[in-house]
């Protein structure tokens, strides 16, 4: 006899599970600052090689990640790095549940898990945040096997042919260690740079349409003398972030814009001279 109810049941579980799955995918929007870049990654993601993506904060890099998602169609989870990051923050945890008035043991699987066995991406974000001992547990996900024990339950975990990493690092930021040489071996690595030019232009049209053209000419500008301030070493490269300048433009749509760029760019610097100048530079472009 067939469970109808059962049946039912299953379909609506399904259902919820590909709606949670479709919002799980990337809105895209990443702006390739070259004709190859994206392609690269996009071949290097297909052909299931761990990808890792190298660049300065507000680069876009996971913007990069979430773009690579809405091209596949595939959904992605993420792991936001840090020292208190641990197996069970990766892989999942047991805990007691109450069922038929009993309590049990049952292991809630984690990102890791979850994208393996589903074919998600995995975006681990600022890999080089984590303890060096809490990812050789990744060595065999990474590596030709893509196959997984977990050692809370016993099970082994072969990846679904869809899986996908992605990882990202800010390199020499306060907080980040070098990456272990085994593990940095296991990827395909590619350098994000900041978008300069037309692409920052356009950038700027798309997201700021109806933003007064003075305040257009003030970023766009400062965005360039920012990042020439780089290039001789004058500036870190957070005082160029593409992400900070974004800030600053939807505040200073509210505020006088000099108060705009303390706020979200100057104020984040650690050196006093550093902050001075932005400023300058700053109030140079102001009309």
């Known amino acids: 006899m067939i469970d109808l109810v059962g049946k039912e049941q299953q379909i609506r579980l399904d259902r919820i599970h590909n709606d949670e799955d479709q919002r799980l995918i990337g809105a895209g929007g990443y702006l390739s600052p070259n004709e190859y870049l994206l392609e690269d990654v996009q071949i290097a993601v297909s052909l299931k090689k761990p990808v890792l993506l190298k660049g300065p904060t507000g680069a876009g890099k996971t913007k990069l990640a979430e773009t690579i998602s809405a091209f596949f169609k595939q959904p992605i989870q993420s792991i936001n790095c840090s020292v208190d990051l641990d197996a069970e923050a990766l892989l999942g945890f047991?805990?007691?549940?109450?069922?038929?008035?009993?309590?049990?043991?049952e292991f809630v699987e984690g990102p890791v898990i979850e994208a393996m066995k589903k074919g998600h991406i995995l975006y681990i974000d600022e890999i080089n945040m984590a303890k060096s001992e809490t990812l050789p547990i990744l060595h065999s996900v990474l590596d030709y096997r893509r196959m997984l024990t977990n050692p809370f339950t016993g099970e082994v975990i072969y990846a679904h042919p869809d899986f996908s990493v992605i990882s990202a690092i800010n390199e020499g930021y306060i907080g980040t260690?070098?990456?272990n040489e085994a593990l940095k071996n296991r990827f395909v690595s590619f350098s994000i740079p900041y978008i300069t030019g037309d692409l920052l232009k356009s950038l700027w049209s798309d997201l700021f349409p109806n933003a007064p053209?003075?305040?257009h000419f003030l970023?766009?500008?400062l965005a360039e003398d920012l990042m020439d301030q780089v290039k001789q070493g004058l500036l870190s490269e957070e005082a160029a972030?593409?992400?900070s300048l974004l800030y600053a433009t939807e505040l200073a749509q509210y505020m006088e814009p000099m108060r705009a760029i303390t706020y979200a760019i100057a104020e984040k610097l650690e050196d006093e001279q550093e902050k001075k100048l932005v400023l300058e530079l700053a109030s140079s472009w102001v009309k």
Do not use: A, C, F, Q
């Open 94 to 105: 047991k805990t007691i549940v109450l069922k038929d008035g009993l309590n049990s043991i």
């Open 177 to 179: 260690t070098p990456m």
């Open 213 to 215: 053209s003075e305040l």
């Open 219 to 221: 970023m766009l500008n």
């Open 241 to 243: 972030s593409i992400r």
